[in-house]
C-alpha cells in the first residue's frame, strides 16, 4: 500500500441497526454493490460494441449474531413477514485497531429482512449458538 497505512482487521466490526438493541454479531457478509453494463452499438459504427452503465445493484446482507433472549431481530421479520414492512437503517461500523474509533461506515438504507436461519442445535456440540439474516437494502453508501 502506498500510503504505509496497515489494513484494518475484519474481526473489528459494529452493526448498528435502527430500534434494535445492541446484539452480538459474529459475522456480517455480502457487502456488495453491482453496476450493469448495457451494449450499445453507435450508429455507422457497427463494428465496435461500446459499454455504458445501467442499473444499480445491492447485495443482500447476511449478518450471524448469538442467539439471546431479545426478541428484536425476530419481531422485525415477524413483521415482514405478516405484510408490514418495517425499512430500517444499517450501519456496519469498521473500527480501527484500538477497538473503539471509527474509521469507515457502511450504510445500507431502508434495510428489511428478507430471510432467516436459526441456529444448528447439536446436543454435544460446546459452540455458542448462530442465527442468520439475511438483508435487503434499496441503497448503499460509504461513509
Same mark, same amino acid.
Given at each position: 500500500?502506498?500510503?504505509?497505512?496497515?489494513?484494518?482487521?475484519?474481526?473489528?466490526?459494529?452493526?448498528?441497526?435502527?430500534?434494535?438493541?445492541?446484539?452480538?454479531?459474529?459475522e456480517?457478509?455480502?457487502?456488495?454493490?453491482?453496476?450493469?453494463?448495457?451494449?450499445?452499438?453507435?450508429?455507422?459504427?457497427?463494428?465496435?460494441?461500446?459499454?455504458?452503465?445501467? +442499473?444499480?445493484?445491492? %447485495?443482500? #446482507?447476511? *449478518?450471524?449474531?448469538?442467539?439471546?433472549?431479545?426478541?428484536?431481530? =425476530? &419481531?422485525? !421479520?415477524?413483521?415482514?413477514?405478516?405484510?408490514?414492512?418495517? +425499512?430500517?437503517?444499517? %450501519?456496519? #461500523?469498521? *473500527?480501527?485497531?484500538?477497538?473503539?474509533?471509527?474509521?469507515?461506515? =457502511? &450504510?445500507? !438504507?431502508?434495510a428489511?429482512?428478507?430471510?432467516?436461519?436459526?441456529?444448528?442445535?447439536?446436543?454435544?456440540?460446546?459452540?455458542?449458538?448462530?442465527?442468520?439474516?439475511?438483508?435487503?437494502?434499496?441503497?448503499?453508501?460509504?461513509?
Amino acid at each position: 500500500m502506498a500510503s504505509g497505512m496497515d489494513p484494518y482487521g475484519a474481526f473489528n466490526f459494529l452493526l448498528l441497526i435502527d430500534g434494535v438493541a445492541e446484539g452480538h454479531f459474529t459475522e456480517c457478509t455480502g457487502l456488495g454493490m453491482r453496476i450493469e453494463a448495457i451494449d450499445y452499438r453507435e450508429a455507422g459504427n457497427y463494428q465496435a460494441v461500446r459499454r455504458i452503465p445501467g +442499473r444499480v445493484e445491492y %447485495s443482500d #446482507v447476511v *449478518l450471524r449474531y448469538g442467539l439471546t433472549d431479545s426478541l428484536d431481530l =425476530w &419481531n422485525w !421479520l415477524r413483521s415482514v413477514a405478516q405484510g408490514v414492512v418495517q +425499512r430500517k437503517n444499517v %450501519s456496519v #461500523v469498521m *473500527l480501527a485497531s484500538d477497538g473503539a474509533t471509527e474509521a469507515i461506515r =457502511w &450504510n445500507l !438504507l431502508n434495510a428489511w429482512p428478507a430471510e432467516w436461519r436459526g441456529a444448528p442445535l447439536r446436543a454435544l456440540s460446546q459452540e455458542v449458538a448462530i442465527e442468520q439474516m439475511r438483508l435487503v437494502c434499496d441503497e448503499m453508501n460509504r461513509a
